[in-house]
């Protein structure tokens, strides 16, 4: 290889010293790595160069001789590469194993699944946890501010990389669904089809404001240390866990809230008539924000709504989103939730009439649903039978052999 050929490294990344977990996932992941070198940089949105630079990613399935049946999975905010199976961070299952495995709507037995871990993540893909070359220690804020395209150019090196110069389909949820649109508008010619589930084109005030709390209460904990935390030994649990709090009430529904926890207490017949976790829901919100804090990064977060916040396709395309799909021939799904508050059914509705305006080949399902924003990664049978059923479609339609789901 030459020097600017990327090298496949799958454990020696600097390990540092003995940090948390999710620390140590982010310089020597449990999943292959790819290392693009220093004279093969990133061009980034903000105009700066980044390199070198690594991709981690987890693969299910095999890839056919034609390479003609690879599936990119891109994950949400907080997600990862481990998509299916057991995630051997969390040990819990991966983040859409409803969704994806053999025999299911996104089947490991025909199709090759490929998630990575997003530019700017913590286990293992270059971000604020990783180890700056130049000082030995923990980027920090040193690591560049970075968008969803800048996502996407990092995945695309690695799909270059794997030698597919087509993928049969990119999908994904939330901000997942943000690098599905991103793909179709600066890679189209190398997307067959894509997925974009419960998302926008576009974060909106509210979003944005709701990702200011979650940044705000990171950084006013004292631990965050202006973001030098790691190399000085702590960790802004606090602030981080109320952040995943606060941005959790986003993902459910009040219906589901409601029904769920309503106003019952916790392990108790009365009010304590002090600050405890008297309420269900509060016991809720609280076992999700200590458990978060086990697996991410603090600032990976702060990087990652940043990267969300500034995403406008129509701004990116000249103001009208129908030019970031001009003269397309990928042909879409897209799928939104009745009780999707954060991103409401009417930002799809957006998409579809800018892939309408460019006579692109686009479905539509808005699937009744009372679980809120968090129903692509829950059972949601539509859902399932919806993404079975476009891929078996468009399987068809490239020539791909697939077969039927028994």
């Known amino acids: 290889m030459t020097a600017n050929d990327p090298t496949v490294k799958p454990s020696d990344q600097p390990s540092g010293q003995e940090r948390a977990l999710h620390t140590r996932e982010a310089t020597n992941p449990s999943s292959q790595i790819v290392r693009f070198p220093e004279g093969a940089p990133l061009t980034l949105s903000s105009g700066r160069t980044f390199g070198p630079f690594d991709v981690a990613y987890q693969t299910y399935g095999a890839l056919n001789a034609a390479k003609s049946n690879a599936i990119l999975l891109c994950h949400a905010l907080t997600g990862d590469q481990y998509a299916a199976g057991d995630n051997p961070v969390t040990k819990k299952p991966g983040w859409w194993t409803t969704l994806v495995g053999p025999g299911k709507s996104i089947d490991t037995d025909k199709y090759f699944v490929i998630c990575t871990n997003t530019l700017g993540g913590c286990l293992g893909s270059s971000g604020p946890a990783s180890i700056n070359p130049s000082t030995g220690k923990a980027y920090g804020l040193d690591f560049p501010v970075i968008t969803i395209a800048d996502m996407v150019a990092a995945q695309a090196r690695l799909i270059e990389h794997l030698g597919i110069e087509q993928l049969f389909s990119v999908v994904g949820g939330s901000m997942g669904g943000m690098q599905v649109l991103e793909w179709a508008a600066r890679f189209g010619d190398r997307v067959f089809s894509a997925i974009p589930i419960a998302t926008a084109p576009r974060h909106s005030a509210q979003n944005i404001a709701f990702h200011e709390v979650g940044r705000q209460a990171v950084m006013a904990d004292p631990e965050w240390r202006a973001g030098r935390y790691l190399e000085e030994g702590a960790f802004p649990k606090n602030g981080l866990a109320v952040a995943r709090m606060a941005a959790h009430i986003t993902y459910l529904s009040e219906e589901a809230l409601q029904i769920k926890f309503g106003r019952n207490l916790q392990a108790r017949t009365q009010k304590t008539f002090s600050f405890d976790a008297d309420f269900q829901i509060e016991s809720y919100l609280r076992h999700q924000g200590s458990t978060f804090v086990d697996r991410f990064d603090a600032n990976s977060y702060l990087y990652i709504t940043r990267a969300t916040d500034y995403f406008d396709m ?41 892939l309408n305006a460019v006579a692109a080949n686009v479905s539509f399902v808005e699937i009744d649903s009372d679980k809120g924003h968090d129903a692509f990664l829950l059972e949601e049978k539509v859902l399932f039978r919806t993404v079975e059923g476009f891929l078996s479609a468009a399987a068809e339609a490239r020539g791909l052999t697939v077969g039927g789901r028994s």
């Open 314 to 354: 129509e701004a990116e395309f000249g103001g009208k989103l129908a030019n970031a799909f001009q003269g397309t021939k990928t042909r879409f799904c897209v799928v939104s939730f009745t009780s999707d508050w954060l991103y409401p059914t009417r930002e799809s509705r957006d998409i579809v009439r800018a």
